[in-house]
Structure formats: structure tokens, C-alpha cells
């Protein structure tokens, strides 16, 4: 099994498959992911999720499973800025995927993709989906500290 390990930045022609680059103009970051044997160029705005597997990552596009000998941490911090986001110790999945979200207990999620694929959080990913997700808005209750600090701050007659 061959798995390319490094990011490969070259500019390709546009297609509307997981492969496709886009703007030939623009130099983007491209995944090597494997599959049958076969090395393909991934773009990152084009995978739905990954998820870890062992000593390697499952790349998933458009319903095609692709491997790739990679960290989660490492894509993580690579992929934010293409909207990628942790929701679970071995989960990554593409923003620009999710169809829609919905809560599924205590500070959990559940992602539903365009692929149609369900994906769930952890409550530990919480305020990490949330800083990238505004999926809840702000509580506007007071805490008793709040309170209790502008009941002191009011001047007593």
C-alpha cells in the first residue's frame, strides 16, 4: 500500500469531482489520498469528512472512501482554514458539507452532510464546533456572580 504522506501545492483543471482544483490561476492545497493502489489529488473544499483509522486517516468524497498516512492533529491544523473543524477525537468534517445540525444531548451534535452521511460529536468539541458553527446563540441569562456585581455596583441610598 503506497500512501503519500505530504501536501502537494500545483494547480490542475476544473472538474466537478473530488479531484478538481477549480481556478487554475490559484495555487491550492491539494490531499494525496489513495485508493485501489491508485494516488488521486483531493481538494480540501471538495471532502465531506476524515476520520481516523489506526496510523492512517479515511479521506471521504462524494461517497468514495480514500486512505492516507496522516495525524488528525496535523490535518486539523492544516485544514482550518478550508473550514475544516474537530467534532470528535477521530472525526474532522468540512463546514461547507453539513446540510444541517441538531443537538443531540448535553453539548453533542449531530451533523447531517449533503452526502447524506450522520456524523456525531463529542461534548468535548463543544465550544470548538461553536467558535467555528454559531449554532447556539448566546445565552443572555446572568450569572449570579454578574448579578451580584451589579447589585454592588448600584449606589445604596
Known amino acids: 500500500m503506497i500512501a503519500a504522506a505530504h501536501v502537494l501545492k500545483f494547480a490542475d483543471e ?11 490561476t490559484v495555487t491550492p492545497t491539494l490531499l ?22 489506526g496510523n492512517y486517516v479515511s479521506i471521504y468524497c462524494v461517497n468514495t ?14 485544514l482550518a482554514d478550508f473550514g475544516f473543524v474537530r467534532i470528535e477525537r477521530s472525526l474532522l468534517v468540512n ?13 453533542r451534535f449531530a ?16 465550544d470548538a464546533i461553536l467558535r467555528t458553527l454559531p449554532l447556539a446563540a448566546p445565552s443572555n441569562r446572568r450569572t449570579c456572580r454578574q ?6 455596583a448600584v449606589p445604596k441610598l
Open 147 to 152: 448579578l451580584a456585581a451589579e447589585n454592588d
Open 32 to 53: 494525496i489520498g489513495e485508493r485501489e493502489h491508485r494516488l488521486y489529488p483531493l481538494n480540501p473544499e471538495k471532502i465531506d469528512y476524515i476520520q481516523s483509522d
Open 111 to 126: 451533523f447531517t452532510l449533503s452526502s447524506g452521511t450522520c456524523l456525531h460529536s463529542s461534548a468535548s468539541y463543544r
Open 14 to 24: 476544473e472538474s466537478t469531482t473530488c479531484e478538481s482544483v477549480g481556478d487554475p
Open 95 to 107: 463546514i461547507r458539507a453539513v446540510l444541517y445540525a441538531e443537538t443531540v444531548g448535553r453539548g
Open 65 to 78: 472512501a480514500y486512505i492516507r498516512r496522516d495525524s488528525m492533529r496535523r490535518l486539523a491544523a492544516e
